[in-house]
């Protein structure tokens, strides 16, 4: 096999590698900020479409995390540059909210329910029935279907909520119609973000505490694969999947030295 290049770029998950429950996962300050002094390109990558970069950052910042808003890379911006490239200057019926309408207005795109080019499903806080059978009806009319991410749940303080996937799947029961996610596990995502900072996948490591998004999105991109035990998976669930990361440790508190190191 060949040796692979030293890291010079990172992309990371945030919700389980970065913060946990709203708190940062001990050593995620330091990682950051060992990052930031490298002078070594990465992002911060959501599936979450509901807020924009600029919103995030503030939240992060909140959590003890001192990241900037050019830093983050959301499923929402990957299919606002994916659409661009598709049908430029294209329109859309969006549901969704501010972080997925914004990315497509600098896209370029026009948001309306009049004959739209795609109709394009995010995630909201309050997903709405009649925008919902609006989509539906829109689609039946030839609307291409997009959704941001194939997540069927997200978390509240209350339990599980109904995201993206779980809308979209009603969406094609009632229509017949697949959506295209864009976001993990899609190695687009990935690709996105490399375009996003010039980076090279032979020189990339990816961050992640899930296997079957995180690590499966990035070993389809051919990156360095390194799965964090800080969010959903336990090291005996890792030999349940037919691939394996490049790398297994506790936390990002464990990469801190390898920043410079590249690995």
């Known amino acids: 096999m060949n040796e692979r ?56 910042r909140a959590a003890g995390l001192d990241i900037p808003a050019e830093s983050i890379w959301t499923s929402a911006l990957a299919t606002a540059k994916f659409l661009a490239g598709q049908r430029p200057g294209g329109s859309a019926y969006v549901i969704g909210e501010a972080g997925l309408t914004t990315a497509l207005h600098e896209a370029g795109y026009v948001l309306t329910d009049i004959e739209p080019d795609y109709v394009v499903l995010g995630e909201t806080r309050t997903y709405s029935f009649t925008q919902i059978t609006r989509a539906i009806r829109l689609i039946e009319g030839g609307a291409r279907f997009i959704a941001t991410n194939p997540d069927p749940v997200g978390p509240s303080t209350e339990g599980s909520l109904p995201a993206c996937g779980a809308v979209a ?88 030295d390898l920043v410079d190191d590249g690995i």
């Open 169 to 256: 799947a009603m969406i094609t029961k009632a229509t017949g119609v697949e959506p295209y996610f864009v976001g993990k596990p899609n190695p687009m995502m990935m690709r996105s973000a490399l375009r996003a900072i010039d980076g090279h996948s032979e020189s990339t490591a990816m961050i992640g505490d899930r296997m079957d998004t995180d690590i499966v999105s990035g070993m389809e991109a051919g990156l360095h694969t390194i799965l964090v035990l800080s969010g959903v998976m336990a090291k005996d669930q890792i030999d349940r999947y037919p691939f394996r990361p490049s790398q297994v440790v506790d936390s990002v508190a464990d990469l801190i």
């Open 5 to 60: 290049k030293p890291i010079e770029c990172w992309l990371s998950d945030m919700d389980g590698v970065l913060v946990h429950e709203g708190h940062p996962v001990p050593g995620a300050d330091e990682f950051v900020r060992r990052l930031r002094e490298s002078g070594k390109r990465f992002l911060v990558l959501t599936n979450n479409s509901i807020y924009t970069p600029r919103d995030l950052a503030v939240r992060l």
